[in-house]
């Protein structure tokens, strides 16, 4: 089976490449676990962070924005001390606020996920890569959607950051020609 030929080896890459990464995602709760792990992924392989996703569910209460929102200093300082995460204090005081950011536009456009996707017009863009040259460090859609994102509070989501959660929930379809994931 011929996959995208940065997944290599590794079975959690695999796994990860072959049910989940460049499929279209409308869920919230799933929106806001990929924006957080993608926020803890900058800097950082994303090997090292899908390692340690069942760790961040677990000290995140289980990736839910309502539950975050509500972390104060008491929950700070105990995931600064939590070695089953990437402990970085912007990161983590980032995903809080984060989460209180993510409810209020939740409230404005009736889900994140309508709001996200409007950067894409609600439909996947389709780039050609055929091989890991051809894969762009940002597009101009993910230049807007970050923007945006910091305008409205949010921390470390930048465009790269938010062009590897486009390509991850599916709003790009960057699987190689050629992987059996490719949907055009």
């Known amino acids: 089976m011929k996959r995208c030929s940065w997944v290599g080896e590794n ?44 760790n961040f569910r677990k000290a995140f209460a289980q990736f839910n924005p309502e539950k975050i929102s509500l972390f104060g200093k008491k929950e700070e300082d105990m995931l600064l001390k939590n070695v089953g995460i990437v402990r970085n204090k912007a990161k983590i005081a980032a995903t809080i606020n984060n989460a209180r950011q993510f409810l209020t536009i939740q409230k404005e ?52 950051t938010i062009y590897a959660h486009m390509q991850a929930t599916g709003m790009v379809n960057d699987h190689m020609i050629g992987c059996f994931k490719r949907l055009a």
């Not at 924006?35 to 090997?47: H, I, P, R």
């Not at 050609?128 to 894969?135: A, C, E, L, Q, T």
């Open 109 to 160: 456009f009736k889900s994140f996920s309508a709001y996200q996707w409007s950067f894409v017009k609600k439909k996947p863009i389709v780039h050609k890569i055929k091989n890991i040259r051809d894969f762009p460090i940002v597009i101009p859609e993910a230049i807007e959607f970050a923007k945006d994102l910091k305008k409205r509070g949010f921390k470390f989501l930048g465009p790269t």
């Open 11 to 54: 079975k959690l890459m695999i796994e990860y490449h072959d049910k989940e990464w460049g499929m279209p995602l409308y869920n919230d709760k799933k929106l806001f676990e990929y924006l957080v792990l993608e926020s803890f992924q900058a800097g950082l392989s994303w090997n090292i962070v899908l390692n340690k996703r069942e």
